[in-house]
């Protein structure tokens, strides 16, 4: 669909997509930006250019390329455009790893919903987002958008996969607020409460918990982000084991108090069954806290390959048993709530970004 629409503000520019911006996009697609699309990851300037012309003949899409101080830096689009009911949809949405985390998703956000629902007057704007895209889930759920359910087998990935899709909305009555909530955010304003914000980490054993867990405190030593990391297992290793008694969670509100006395308002909490345990710790933690609770999965071999580094023999056999009955009662367990983050052929440091947008640090 051909449009005229520019929208600018807040420190970038969308105008609408041509073929002349391929070649800039091209320059930094790569897998992990493509994450989540339903095509394959294009591979050069031609398969960019097929990517725009079947974006520009698609009815009721505006597509945009997103420009920061000149510089094509991502593309975005209305999609899905019906306002003769009120409609639309924002997705098609990409952008280069070096603006990821800074001013740009936010600003387009405000951009777009702000034309919708105050030149449009649409009553509603959605997002859709595959369930494995754990970046687009917090970026989506940053915004203030409400999460409406899951539509099952909904896609087909570029792997072939039917995958789940994800449903969130803004409507015209709660626009005010995710205004205001972007507004500040922009203007560099915390807009946190003042409770702590919990990551629950869980998963079975060789999953990679706290190797994740560490990646993740040095992500945030590396931003100056203050947080504390608790790894849960080492609340409660005695014996006998106590945990009838509930000591890992006493003594987590022990921890967390002093914790809380010094300022610190984030923590890391690493166990197997962190997961299944939510109002539990929550409220061991004690400030009614916002928690995301994220369930790490691997494959039974990437489990087993792990687990040899630092088991053998008997011991070894012990925790490949435990930890296949640990993944199939955690994914039997953990509700839609607990969002799902596959570590297989991943870098700790890969899956910590994962999960820290997850939490919205």
């Known amino acids: 669909m051909q449009h005229d629409l520019t929208l600018e503000g807040h420190g970038v520019r969308l105008v609408p997509l041509t073929r002349e911006h391929a070649a800039a996009l091209a320059a930094f ?3 992990r930006v493509w994450r989540g699309m339903t095509t394959p990851t294009p591979r050069g300037v031609d398969d960019l250019l097929g990517v725009v012309e079947t974006a520009l003949a698609t009815p009721a899409r505006y597509a945009f390329a997103v420009l920061v101080d000149g510089e094509v830096v ?49 009553a509603r704007c959605a997002y859709r987002v595959e369930a494995r895209n754990a970046r687009s889930i917090a970026a989506v759920t940053k915004l203030g958008a409400r999460p409406e359910g ?8 570029a792997d072939g996969t039917r995958q789940d899709s994800l449903y969130f909305s803004v409507l015209a009555d709660e626009w005010p607020d995710v205004r205001a909530r972007l507004v500040d955010r922009l203007a560099g ?23 994740a867990a560490a990646a993740v405190h040095d992500l945030l030593v590396a931003r100056d982000v203050p947080h504390a990391l608790v790894e849960g297992d080492a609340l409660d290793l005695a014996h006998p ?119 919205g640090w």
């Open 241 to 359: 084991a106590p945990w009838e008694h509930g000591v890992a969670a006493a003594n987590l509100a022990d921890v967390w108090r002093r914790y809380r006395a010094l300022g610190h308002r984030r923590l890391v909490y690493t166990n197997t069954v962190s997961v299944l345990e939510t109002e539990t710790l929550a409220a061991a933690v004690g400030d009614r806290p916002h928690v995301t609770s994220v369930l790490l999965t691997s494959s039974d071999a990437t489990a087993r390959e792990r687990l040899a580094r630092r088991e053998q023999g008997a011991s070894y056999d012990a925790h490949v048993a435990r930890s296949d009955a640990a993944a199939a009662r955690l994914e039997q367990a953990a509700g839609p709530h607990v969002h799902r983050v596959p570590t297989d052929g991943r870098t700790p440091a890969e899956v910590a970004a994962d999960l820290v947008a997850l939490a």
């Open 150 to 157: 899951r539509l099952r087998g909904h896609r087909v990935a």
């Open 74 to 122: 991502g593309s975005t689009s209305f999609y899905d455009v019906d306002l003769r009911m009120g409609r639309l949809e924002v997705g098609h949405t990409f952008y280069d790893p070096r603006v990821w985390g800074t001013h740009v998703n936010p600003a387009c956000k405000l951009l777009l919903m702000t034309h919708a629902f105050e030149t449009w007057e649409v």
């Open 189 to 211: 304003h915390d807009v946190a409460d003042g409770r702590t914000s919990v990551l629950l980490i869980g998963g079975r054993s060789g999953v990679g918990k706290s190797t």
């Open 29 to 31: 697609v790569d897998e």
